[in-house]
């Protein structure tokens, strides 16, 4: 028998040639595909991580002895390359550091001898000095820089003013002060047990402005006003005696136990938080508690809010110059940075061979200035994103100002002061809203008129139709939001009546129009093609729509008494212009196309002979529809739906244009939302780059990102699972 040689000739190599190649080319943009979306996730993991990182504290950057002794105020600038230092004597000095210079870059003598010094807080810079005949020197030190082109040169001074604080035969044996725009304020506590205030206009000498306490306090262990002379704190002991400014006089507000949550401890101190808001009560056993204002049925009221356990023997605090936060130094060296919005530690080490008699922070929050007794050192801080937490991103906060913990997203302020107010949660509930009202308009309309279309219309019909449907994709987002925000929105606003009215009455229209079309004469019926029955109902819907919104007033008159508005506030329901029920019809259109033709091309890919085959059988067309077609389309019409979905949540100018963007907590879908992406298109091109605003709009990114990855991976593993189920069919 002859023996033959196999062999492909030219055309078949070609073609396994091709077929390779086109393999791999699959393979290689399937992978690429993949690559991309790691990607993507690891670039907005990497900006999210440093968020939940600790601060970091460089301790002793710069240390160095000076001839200065019997340090009482210290202060430093924004380069940590400069110190401010007033001794006992009242002698105010400027010092480089980092040099080997012994002597002040400029000094000056304000006061001698001194009895006493009140400060105000840190980020203020002003401090006082009094001497046995009641005299005051007021002064703010000064870091102030000359540009040149070439160098930085300091040039320091001292802002300074003479004051009388009490009769000169008086005994002083507290006072404390403040200094707002152009007047400055004194409280005193006298031997004589009583409270004077003096105030006037800085600058003058003379105290034109004078009130006492009618009421005697037979002890004060601290005086404290905050900076804009509007409440004077008394303490004795555990008791806090708030007075407020009225015109000419203080009312003494209320009286409040510091300790009546601590039973067995005193008070050791209390401080001003940046802001001047929160009152920081320091306790012996090295707790501190944070106390502000709270208001309940119309009266403000000073409450404890939250506490910090902090490591023992705390020496004392250092509040930061414009953050909600603070820093303890303890007898052993440990240094602790607390966050009060955030309530968590950033920061727990031991960083000094024992603590400092003194500590200061530049107004940047880059620097802490301490000096030990011997020598000065300055530390540096990274300390970026104290206020981010897992338990502020996603639980209630008792912010300051709010009568209660709430869910708030407020990102931005006028004040450098302001409390930042990052919870997540206004605008991830936002962003479920609207996709949940979306959907809840375009699943129905998109999945029936699918089925219609695949199932019942004449193909004559529906090659008009699907192209039709498929092309409103094409229409760019901005397009429908413009159009929703600028002409559906007051269209909804003055016939509001109406557009819900027709929420009932097109589905019952058009339920009694099929009715009254089934009692037709069979003659009648044979005379439009099946198929084309849409086109006698457009009109009925057309009909409906026009009666509705023409007899608008009338039927508000009716049902609502003439103004559905007053209507709903009456019943606790606010209404905005721009609001759920214009963004579920908005952004419901834009989805409707993708929903429409991924279910349509499900149901119509359903093979001719299973149709046929039950209809053989003795089922009817609805039987059939149901039990057979819908049940082997149902991996695509689910799929349909959840891209629906992902399409839904991540929309944009929509949202952006068709709602007030009102981070607000509501199901109301009379009220607007603040979506996700909404938040980030918004605020993310006015954000400060790194910073923690910046990087929690990339966390809500990956929210984003992850969550519509997780629906879709939902999706492909229950299409799967039908495709298994009804694959028998």
């Known amino acids: 028998m002859a023996q033959s040689d196999f062999s492909l000739n030219q055309r078949d190599r070609q073609r396994i040639f091709k077929d390779r190649f086109i393999r791999i080319a699959v393979k290689c943009g399937g992978v690429a595909v993949l690559g991309a979306l790691v990607l993507i996730f690891v670039y907005l993991a990497s900006v999210v991580i440093p968020l939940f990182s600790g601060a970091k504290f460089h301790s002793q950057v710069i240390h160095q002895a000076l001839p200065i002794a019997h340090v009482k105020r210290i202060a ?3 380069y940590g390359k400069h110190l401010f230092a007033l001794n006992d004597d009242g002698m105010a000095q400027f010092w480089s550091l980092g040099t080997k210079s012994q002597h002040p870059e400029f000094s000056q003598q304000l006061m001698m001898p001194i009895s006493q010094i009140a400060t105000m807080p840190s980020d203020y810079g002003w401090f006082a000095l009094r001497d046995p005949s009641n005299h005051v020197v007021i002064a703010k030190p000064q870091f102030k ?3 040149t082109s070439n160098t930085r040169q300091f040039k320091p001074y001292l802002t300074q003013y003479n004051y009388q604080l009490a009769p000169a035969d008086s005994e002083v044996n507290n006072f404390t002060f403040v200094v707002t725009g152009d007047e400055v304020t004194f409280a005193s506590y006298l031997a004589d047990k009583s409270v004077l205030l003096r105030w006037g206009t800085k600058g003058d000498s003379q105290l034109i402005h004078q009130y006492r306490f009618p009421s005697l306090f037979d002890h004060l262990d601290q005086l404290l006003m905050t900076p804009d002379g509007k409440t004077l704190y008394l303490r004795n002991g555990n008791d806090l005696i708030v007075s407020e400014r009225k015109k000419d006089r203080f009312v003494v507000r209320e009286i409040i136990d510091l300790a009546e949550k601590h039973p067995k401890e005193k008070v050791a101190n209390i401080r001003l938080l940046a802001g001047a808001y929160s009152l920081l009560v320091r306790y012996q056993n090295d707790t501190v508690s944070q106390w502000f204002d709270v208001l309940n049925n119309g009266q403000r009221s000073l409450q404890e809010i939250r506490e910090f356990q902090l490591a023992k023997q705390t020496q004392f605090l250092l509040p930061d110059t414009y953050r909600k936060g603070f820093y303890s130094f303890h007898r052993d060296g440990t240094v602790q940075d607390h966050y009060t919005t955030s309530h968590k530690t950033v920061f727990s080490k031991k960083v000094f061979s024992k603590a400092p008699l003194l500590a200061a922070m530049s107004d940047n929050e880059r620097y802490v200035l301490t000096w030990n007794g011997q020598q ?17 991103l996603w639980e209630k906060v008792w912010y300051e100002h709010y009568p209660e913990p709430q869910y708030v997203w407020q990102s931005t302020s006028a004040s450098d002061k302001f409390e930042a107010k990052f919870s997540l949660v206004p605008i991830a509930f936002g962003t479920l809203k609207a996709a949940f009202y979306a959907m809840l308009f375009a699943v129905p309309i998109a ?15 529906r090659r008009i139709v699907k192209p039709t449907v498929e092309l409103m994709e094409a229409l760019p987002t901005v397009i429908i939001g413009f159009l929703a925000g600028l002409w559906f929105a007051p269209l909804v606003e003055s016939h509001l009546t109406s557009v819900v009215s027709l929420m009932i009455l097109l589905p019952l229209s058009t339920m009694v129009a099929g009715f009254i079309w089934t009692t037709l004469p069979r003659q009648w019926l044979r005379k439009i093609p099946s198929g084309l029955h849409v086109i006698i109902l457009m009109p009925v819907i057309v009909l409906v729509i026009a009666v509705v919104m023409n007899y608008n007033q009338q039927i508000e ?21 721009r609001n759920a029920l214009v963004v579920g019809f908005a952004m419901g259109f834009a989805v409707i196309p993708m929903i429409f033709t991924i279910a349509e091309d499900a149901i119509f890919s359903v093979p001719k002979h299973l149709s046929d085959g039950s209809l053989a059988l003795g089922a009817t067309p609805w039987q059939t529809l149901i039990h057979v077609v819908l049940l082997t389309a149902s991996p695509g019409i689910f799929s349909a739906i959840m891209m629906g979905l992902g399409r839904a949540v991540g929309e944009t100018m929509i949202v952006l244009m068709a709602t007030g963007n009102t981070p607000i907590m509501d199901w109301n879908i009379f009220e607007g939302m603040r979506t996700l992406s909404a938040t980030i298109a918004v605020e993310l091109p006015e954000s400060e780059m790194g910073s923690s605003h910046f990087r929690i709009l990339f966390l809500a990114a990956l929210i984003l990102f992850i969550f519509t990855f997780a629906v879709n991976s939902l999706a492909e593993w229950v299409r799967q699972r039908l495709r298994e189920k009804y694959r028998a069919l």
């Not at 530390?379 to 206020?387: L, R």
């Not at 089925?451 to 004559?460: L, V």
Request: a negative charge; glycine letters at 6%; charged letters at 15%.
């Open 557 to 577: 008159a009716w049902l609502f008494g003439g103004d559905v508005r007053v209507f709903l506030v009456q019943h606790g329901i606010d209404f905005d212009q």
């Open 447 to 461: 999945v029936f008129g699918a089925i219609y279309t695949a199932y019942f219309m004449t193909p004559k019909m």
């Open 376 to 392: 000065f050192a300055v530390s540096e801080m990274t300390n970026d994103y104290p206020e981010v937490s897992i338990s502020s």
């Open 145 to 147: 820089y000359q540009i």
């Open 76 to 78: 430093i600038d924004d």
